[in-house]
């Protein structure tokens, strides 16, 4: 007579490493998830504004240049016909508006201590994620991680489905044929 429990055992450790690599990914994913959405420090969110000041007028020194080229060349009409100082959005008509990276060229220094003191009075989080540098590494990591726990559990299914074990949320044996019940004599 074959003795199933030995059969039984190991499908019951296969269930389980498939229930441990489903729990690896969800953990995972619920970092993933976290890393994503908690907020700045405090001082990465600064920083962060900054850049985008930074990058905002990076392109206005080309954009002043250009837009003056006339008056430096002696021809002050060139000005006067525009109506437009160069600090103005061109063809705004009468409702001129300034040019945002004039904004943040010209008044950097101020608009980054408007920004910083306004980081300073929010009611900041007391729980937040790492800084933008280490969240890209850990969120990396993590990717990497799922990606490994995901082929592991894809194997142990496909490994199982070969010797006629079909995993999916739970291990269940393959539908066998109905074999003839013994008759139990005393």
Avoid at 23 to 28: Q, T
Avoid at 37 to 59: A, Q, R
Avoid at 85 to 106: D, F, K, Q, R, S
Avoid at 154 to 164: F, T
Wanted: charged share 30%; hydrophobic share 35%.
């Amino acid at each position: 007579m074959f003795d199933f429990s030995a059969v039984k055992s190991t499908a019951s450790k296969i269930t389980k490493q498939d229930q441990e690599y489903s729990n690896k990914i969800i953990e995972l994913q619920q970092k993933h998830q976290e890393l994503q959405t908690l907020p700045l420090p405090k001082k990465d969110l600064v920083d962060f504004l900054f850049e985008h000041v930074d990058e905002k007028g990076k392109g206005y020194g080309n954009r002043f240049k250009h837009m003056i080229d006339g008056v430096l060349q002696g021809n002050q009409s060139s000005l006067r016909a525009s109506g437009n100082l160069p600090v103005w959005a061109p063809h705004a008509g009468a409702t001129n508006y300034p040019l945002p990276e004039a904004i943040c060229y010209l008044f950097s220094d101020q608009l980054r201590e408007g920004l910083k003191k306004a980081v300073d009075e929010l009611d900041y989080p007391k729980v937040v994620g790492p800084t933008r540098a280490e969240r890209a590494k850990q969120i990396a990591k993590v990717e990497k991680d799922i990606e490994k726990y995901t082929k592991l559990q894809e194997k142990l299914r496909a490994d199982a489905k070969q010797v006629g074990l079909s995993l999916t949320q739970s291990l269940t044996a393959a539908p066998a044929k109905k074999a003839k019940q013994p008759t139990l004599v005393n």
